[in-house]
């Protein structure tokens, strides 16, 4: 026997079987929002895993392509590696419900969702996180739940909660925020530079759904939750923490992470542990976790100077940014390049345009999502922190800061009307020590507006982070939050946006969750140092986009043609298209609503494809004046190409005002002339002239007239 439990959430049903699948699972919650399915399971490990120093946790987000009745494509028709869509859903899971499992677990923990149906107006992710949060809570797994998450649109300057398909495409606001009973615990958001006040208000506005969500999770577990299991402690033994403190007072430890250089924290650290180890040499038990305990003194030193003694580890007052520096056009041949410098943190952004071809294609669940023009991506060397390791392609915290980066910046991206054109945007962490990924923001704007890109502002990012004492009203907010900062701290508080608001959001907290006057403070914080960002250090390196892109930048022009003469452009198998490209070396992409885009280098190549399409468009008519090559010659007269397929002959007596004993006299085959349509006569011939008296009778009335004064 299973049981259903259903809830009414934003107009549609909610419900939740447990115990009717995955019954070997720890815990297990089939869900149904609308007709969406997302099979959400936990499994937990019996033992902690050995030699690890962290919660060994694992989320998962599997598209299932048969979903959205699609079946895979290419030769494998399986499902292939995760979507970065698949990949962001596992992050925005993962972020609100690590901190509520125990700080001393070590047992794997997976949270799997298989997402097996999708109503496209009852997101498969919400229903994910919703799930993911109800399967932990009613299993046998330690977890401080549980929590809920609610998603927030803003249409009209209305909030919608967890809009339909229609109402996201004409959103301002893509919001996420997930709370436990008393606090929010994760915000996640994309906006159109939407004002700190209205995003406050809708921060709360989801915290207020997700209590009633929360309500409902509890009568499921009341019901169908297991007692939780007993588990083995990994905590550090208090007597090896009084016996590090003797060997290492405070005061030395202080010294020792005092500094704002990275690398001569790191050696203190090392010389610090090897007295250790010799101290402890004949404690095996001690040795095992001696590097976990040395981290929790370190943190409790720095959150120690910071929260009592106001001093954070470089010196800085709590609301200084470190050293700021930024400048373009550092690479002599990309399209766009800029470097923004903070502190430690170095990102150079390089800038790529292309055609709208070359627009990023998606194979996933959602039927709205075909292609993206806009890519950002996000690399992390080792060396950008001083280590050695080879580079195996991008992991999923680098995912995670490329797309954070691009949802900030796309609202100010141009229409596609305006700039027919696929960005490409890629940071390259050439330092790394807190924050890359606001650093990324910032550099990403300046490269875009070095390339040409008509953004519409620049965008800037920053963090901050918190320190929090015993009780709710005992925190402090630091502004620029370095390496050590988020190790140790309790948040990393992301805000992107403009001069006129907020574009993008992350909060990443380790403790269980913010009051709202701590989210307000950390807002309004981040909105003075982005604008100190934006006014003070990008705009004196680049203050508008450039008018034109950069010369090594492909150029693209637009016409719009009629539909149904889009076969004559392209022509049969290809021919007439194929020999325009040939001719003049452009690239033509050509759309079903009729949309040319001509891409080249040499704008006279250009102008001329243009020209040749438009001829191929245009119905000829008598009186026209056009360009064209001569391809034939006859006795009696020559044949110009006015279009591809589109012939007109000039016969000889047509060739000029005096008279022609012979047709190479005045043209040969490959002269490009200018003509006159005389004639389009019912079989559809064309007859042309070239005489002079025709193509200017005006010119040539002039000049008889001068003629005969």
Known sequence: MYKSFSMELAGRTLTVDVGRVAKQANGAAFMHYGDTVVLATATASDKPRDGIDFFPLSVEYEEKLYSVGKIPGGFNKREGKASENSILTSRVIDRPMRPLFPKDYRNDVTLDNIVMSVDQDCSPELTAMLGSAIATSISDIPFNGPCASTQIGLVDG????????????????????????EKVIMIEAGANEVPEDKMIEAIFKA?????????????????CGKPKHTYTSCAVPEELFAAIREIVPQEEMEVAVFTDEKQVREENIRKITEKLEEAFADKEEWLAVLGEAIYQYQKKTVRKMILKDHKRPDGRAMNEIRHLAAEIDLLPRVHGSAMFTRGQTQILNICTLAPLSERQRLDGIDDQETSKRYMHHYNFPSFSVGETRPSRGPGRREIGHGALAERALVPVLPSEEEFPYAIRTVSETMESNGSTSQASICSSSMSLMAAGVPIKAPVAGISCGLITGDTDEDYIVLTDIQGLEDFFGDMDFKVGGTHKGITAIQMDIKIHGLTRPIIEEAIRTTREARLYILDEVMAKAISEPRKEVGKYAPKIDQISIDPQKIGDVVGKQGKVINKIIEETGVKIDISDDGSVSVCGTDQAMIDRAIEIIKSIVTDLEAGQIMTGKVVRIMNFGAFVELAPNKDGMIHISKLSDKRVAKVEDVVNIGDVVTVKIMEVDKMGRINLSMKPTDLNPKAEEAKEAKGNE
């Not at 209305?158 to 606001?173: I, L, R, W």
């Not at 915290?207 to 009341?222: G, L, M, P, R, S």
């Open 207 to 223: 915290h207020e759904v997700n209590q009633e969500i929360i309500k409902f999770i509890d009568t499921i577990v009341a019901e």
């Open 158 to 181: 209305e909030f919608v909660v967890n809009p339909t398909q229609a109402q996201k495409q004409v959103s301002d606001m893509a919001l996420t925020v997930a709370s436990t009973r």
